[in-house]
C-alpha cells in the first residue's frame, strides 16, 4: 500500500534496480521512474492517502540518482566474437546484418534506414546519417540518435560479404 512506503524503502528499491549484480536498469530510466513514482505520492498525498511524500529529501528536494561510473558493479553479457558468428549464422539470411550490428556497433534504427548509397569504398564505409523508426505503425525516418552524422568503417571480411550482397 501507498501508506506503507517510507523513504528507507524507496532507497532499498533505488539501489537494487540501479546498482549490484541484481541491476534492472540504468541511471537515467532510473530517475525518469523516480520523477513518476514522486508524482504519484504527490497526488496520494493531495488525496490524503499519505502526510507526506517518501520520494522527498528532508531539504524538501525529491530524490535522484547519481551513480558514479566506478559504484557499478553489474557487468554487461556481452557475446565474443565466435559466439556473435554462431548466432549469425542461426539467423539465416541475416547473418550478415546481426554481424554488422555486433561488430560495429550500429543500433537496430541505424540498420534498418540504410541505404546502398549510404556505402562508400567497397563497402568498407557506411556514413549513418538517419535512423528508420516505427511511430504510430508508421515508418518515419529520423535523425541519428546523437543527431550528427557519423562513418562507421567495417572489416574488410564483413565489408566483402555486403558489396556483394549490394551487388546483386
Not at 78 to 98: A, N, P, R, Y
Request: proline share 2%; aromatic share 8%.
Amino acid at each position: 500500500p501507498v501508506s506503507s512506503m517510507t523513504h528507507e524503502k524507496v532507497h532499498k528499491w533505488i539501489t537494487s534496480c540501479v546498482l549490484g549484480n541484481e541491476a534492472i536498469t540504468s541511471e537515467s530510466r532510473m530517475n525518469k521512474a523516480l520523477g513518476y513514482l514522486s508524482r504519484i505520492f504527490d497526488f496520494a498525498l493531495d488525496l490524503g492517502y499519505i502526510n507526506k511524500n517518501p520520494m522527498l529529501k528532508s531539504s524538501g528536494k525529491s530524490i535522484r540518482i547519481e551513480v558514479s561510473k566506478t559504484d557499478y558493479t553489474h557487468k554487461a553479457n556481452v557475446l565474443t566474437l565466435e559466439q556473435l558468428l554462431q548466432l549469425s549464422k542461426e539467423c539465416g539470411e541475416f547473418e550478415d546484418m546481426i554481424v554488422l550490428l555486433g561488430v560495429c556497433g550500429l543500433r537496430w534504427a541505424e540498420v534498418v534506414g540504410l541505404r546502398v548509397s549510404d556505402l562508400t569504398d567497397e563497402g568498407r564505409k557506411i556514413s549513418l546519417s538517419r535512423t528508420l523508426s516505427e511511430v504510430s505503425g508508421k515508418f518515419t525516418e529520423q535523425s541519428t540518435k546523437t543527431g550528427k552524422p557519423r562513418t562507421i568503417y567495417v572489416p574488410s571480411y564483413l565489408a566483402k560479404r555486403i558489396w556483394i550482397g549490394v551487388k546483386h
